[in-house]
């Protein structure tokens, strides 16, 4: 496990700089925590006339409360990002121990290692991605519809993962329909279940509904993102519908690559041991990443919430007598590690430097709160904005439709980097 983090994980979760998206969850984040919007009116950037309704608000809440108790600094966010992995780790291994009690609790720690060396997981962690706090509700609500007396909170996990990012986060509602209809769970049983989920989820969106602030945040994000992702051309990121196959398929073959290498340790054998708890997890997977081909807006990240339930699935697909290795073995694994670790300061993740080495430049020439309008050529610069207001708490506003006291040019020496300056003419 120590093996796995410290190579896969860890330069992600260390990484200097982040996407976008992240970016800019983290500082609507700082925002509510320094006080401007509310958890369900969040603000981006504080002269925009609108809330920020790009996604729900689960994610921003949260993290707002790390920022409240410990402050505003990457280490915040990197804390916040290693809960999250730390609570989709327990589900799974609740899970494992549920479904597959006779292979020992170390059989969750691999099922853990198998999920944790897909490629995406290290990199949501280090990019702050919405996916990688949907995945530990979507697990935990699996959990809870697979014990009778815990369905209703199931069911209220569910609607707490949709309110990330919207239906998306609803998958876990195949569970029980799954079990039925695999025979995991007889018919009548899974049907009774099922039933005391969708009325826990009925309840919740009529109360959500009947709660203005929260029905005026849903229909914001349905008109801002919903809808667009249906409509608008600017939403489209591929052309193929069936593009996000190809990083399915590769998060699959890295987790079947995972899973055989966890046998071979543990067994020292390949031998299939396919069974119809196996299928569900499997299907459940698919089920989280199929339906988002709908649309022509796909990014291979999408697939997040998918894999804790698919490392579950492929890490169960082999079985045999446990193994007692040799210390040797024992000690190479540990060699590993320890390379792992030694190396991590020259593997870690770095993005965007130079436009955060010329941000920080003005670090003490701009109190925070200060805006900016822009110049032309760096109109479409969202990474500039997302920076600016998460790092320095400055506004720049891309879209030019207020006036500010200062301005952003682009440095005439280094194109990747900007100069900001108090605004002395007018923008050409």
């Known amino acids: 496990m120590c093996a796995v983090l410290l190579w896969l994980v860890a330069p992600y979760w260390l990484q200097e700089g982040m996407f976008m998206d992240g970016q800019i969850y983290a500082a609507v984040a700082q925002n509510l925590a320094d006080g401007l919007g509310s958890f369900w009116a969040p603000v981006y950037q504080p002269s925009s006339p609108v809330p920020y309704s790009e996604q729900l608000p689960m994610f921003t809440g949260m993290e707002s409360l790390f920022f409240r108790v410990l402050g505003g600094s990457l280490w915040t966010e990197r804390l916040f990002m290693a809960v999250a992995w730390i609570a989709t780790a327990a589900g799974l291994c609740v899970l494992q121990l549920t479904w597959w009690p006779k292979r020992g609790r170390d059989s969750a720690i691999w099922m853990v290692a198998v999920w944790s060396s897909a490629p995406l997981v290290g990199w949501g962690m280090g990019n702050h991605v919405q996916e990688m706090w949907m995945a530990p509700f979507a697990v935990w609500a699996v959990v809870a519809m697979s014990h009778s007396r815990w369905v209703w909170l199931g069911g209220l996990l569910t609607v707490a993962a949709a309110l990330f990012k919207g239906p998306q986060g609803l998958f876990p509602l195949v569970w029980l329909p799954l079990l039925g209809g695999l025979g995991l769970l007889p018919r009548g049983a899974a049907a009774r279940r099922f039933g005391v989920v969708l009325l826990t989820l009925g309840l919740a969106a009529v109360g959500l509904w009947l709660w203005n602030d929260a029905r005026e945040a849903i229909e914001r994000n349905a008109g801002n993102r919903l809808v667009r992702t249906f409509t608008q051309a600017r939403a489209v990121t591929t ?190």
């Open 239 to 428: 052309a193929d519908r069936l593009w996000l196959l190809g990083p399915i398929l590769g998060q699959w073959a890295v987790l079947l690559g995972a899973s055989l290498a966890v046998a071979w340790i543990r067994f020292g054998s390949l031998r299939a041991a396919l069974d119809r708890r196996v299928l569900a997890l499997l299907a459940l997977g698919l089920s989280a990443s199929i339906p988002l081909m709908v649309t022509h807006e796909q990014r291979d990240f999408y697939v997040i919430t998918s894999l804790p339930f698919v490392a579950l699935g492929l890490g169960n697909l082999w079985g045999g007598a446990k193994l007692v290795r040799s210390p040797r073995f024992a000690w190479a694994l540990g060699v590993f590690a320890l390379v792992g670790l030694s190396s991590l300061p020259w593997r870690r993740v770095e993005r965007d430097a130079e436009l955060r080495a010329s941000l920080q430049t003005f670090e003490g020439a701009f109190a925070p709160r200060s805006a900016f309008n822009v110049v032309p050529e760096l109109r479409l610069n969202h990474e500039l904005a997302a920076y600016a207001m998460r790092l320095y708490r400055w506004e720049v506003d891309l879209a030019n439709e207020r006036p500010h006291a200062n301005v952003v040019r682009i440095d005439s020496v280094q194109p990747r980097s900007v100069v900001l300056l108090v605004k002395t003419d007018s923008l050409r």
